[in-house]
């Protein structure tokens, strides 16, 4: 990656924020002649002060150093979902039914999170292994119930209902009486 891309990430990023280079200096603690430079690709930024910037502006580090050259929002129209990415399954595969993912962030660099409109249709299979992981989910109920086993417990999301759990304790999104469903979840991994 060039001086100038770190500089013009930098740039970007800052005047998204409605933040002069003298406001950023200040936030950061970093010398305004360093910021100007690094911006301009004279300078070839050291740690340290990266590292500043970088919390002053409110992102992690590899923001600016990815190869993602995208810093904006990432926008999905519902026209769209059928051009998202699709998954099979979060994991290997759900006993619960049929999960198919569209991913509704792609295009958005360093995300901590990753949001799905996901279709449920019912596989008649009775098996209900439960799987765990790092992080946390938040679903949606937006058409059809779905069920949610959750360590030993069970609930049932109506259209409009939502549920927010850790993902660590054993738990299965699956269809209820055999319905189809629609949602959306938001899943959150550390990395």
């Keep these: 990656m060039s001086d100038t891309t770190i500089g013009r990430k930098i740039t970007e990023l800052r005047e998204a924020l409605l933040l002069s280079p003298e406001q950023l200096a200040e936030r ?3 010398e305004l002649a360093v910021i100007k430079g690094i911006e301009a690709g004279e300078i070839i930024p ?11 502006l409110g992102v992690r580090l590899g923001t600016l150093l990815d190869d993602d050259e995208n810093l904006g929002p990432a926008l999905v129209r519902s026209i769209d979902y059928s051009q998202s990415t699709r998954l099979k399954a979060l994991e ?20 901590h999170m990753e949001p799905f409109y996901i279709t449920l ?7 209900h292994t439960l799987s765990a992981h790092e992080g946390e989910e938040w679903l949606f109920a937006l058409e059809g119930p779905l069920e949610i086993a959750y360590g030993k417990e069970t609930y049932v999301l109506q259209p409009g209902d939502s ?29």
Excluded: C
């Design 121 to 127: 249709e019912p596989s008649g299979e009775s098996s």
């Design 46 to 56: 050291s740690l340290a002060p990266l590292i500043r910037i970088t919390r002053a």
């Design 163 to 191: 549920i927010y759990y850790d993902s660590i304790v054993p738990h299965q999104v699956r269809s209820y009486e055999g319905a189809s469903a629609k949602f959306v979840a938001v899943v959150y991994t550390p990395a």
């Design 92 to 111: 290997t595969h759900s006993d619960g039914g049929g999960l198919i993912f569209n991913a509704l962030a792609e295009g958005k660099a360093s995300r």
């Design 28 to 30: 950061s603690g970093a």
